[in-house]
Each structure stands twice: as C-alpha cells, then as structure tokens.
C-alpha cells in the first residue's frame, strides 16, 4: 500500500489543522493506521492509532484531548484533525499503516512522505 500525507502548513498558536493520509494500492480495511511526527533534531514520535474497524483509538500524552485520528473506509483515507495548536506541534507528521498491530508501536510495514506542520505565534 501506498500512502500520501496532505494538509500540512503555516498556522498559527491555537487555530486548527486536519491532515489527510490517502492510501493506494489496497484498501485500507487491510491495516491498522496510524500518525507520527518528528520534529528537528528529534526522533520520530507516535502521536495517535486506530484500529482497523475505527473503533479503537489511542493517543499520545501530547495529543489527548486536541487531537482526534479518524478513518474512512470508503475513502480509504486516514484523518488527523489538529485543535489549539502549540509551538511545539512544528513537526513533520508521518501516516503510517500496519496489517498485524495498532497503537503506540514503531514497527509499522508503511510510511507516506511527510507533511510540514508549522505553528508560530
């Protein structure tokens, strides 16, 4: 499967942002799917999972409460809408997709490209 990331940009402290992860290749139904990020200098941290059906979540410390992944089938499309975003959120977001297991891991079988968050004040 492939996967590309979409949504990123320039905004400021506190305004929102949804990032769209695009999946070809195969549907999605098939992996579990996921959201990174990495910031400069820093290695590349988990920030939300959902499980194949979506009816499982599971969120980084950082990201609970402001952050909420959400999946379409459909679409086959994975979802990270953003609210009251900080500094510290200046990131590449990475989706990345696994076909065995969900959550807080780093071992997943796919990655997209990355897209630029930049939150300024």
């Known amino acids: 499967v492939q996967l590309q990331a979409s949504g990123g940009g320039l905004v400021q402290a506190g305004d929102s942002l949804r990032l769209s992860c695009a999946a070809s290749?195969?549907?999605?139904?098939?992996?579990?799917l996921a959201w990174f990020r990495q910031a400069p200098g820093q290695e590349r941290l988990f920030i939300a999972g959902?499980?194949?059906?979506?009816?499982?979540?599971q969120y980084s410390h950082d990201a609970k409460g402001r952050f909420t992944i959400s999946r379409d089938n459909a679409k086959n499309t994975v979802y990270l809408q953003m609210n009251s975003l900080k500094l510290e959120d200046t990131a590449v977001y990475y989706c990345?997709?696994?076909?065995?297991?969900?959550?807080?891991?780093?071992?997943?079988?796919?990655w997209g490209q990355g897209t630029q968050v930049t939150v300024s004040s």
């Open positions: 990345a997709a696994d076909s065995e297991s969900w959550g807080d891991f780093y071992g997943y079988d796919y």
């Open positions: 290749g195969r549907t999605i139904r098939d992996y579990a």
């Open positions: 959902v499980n194949w059906s979506g009816t499982r979540t």
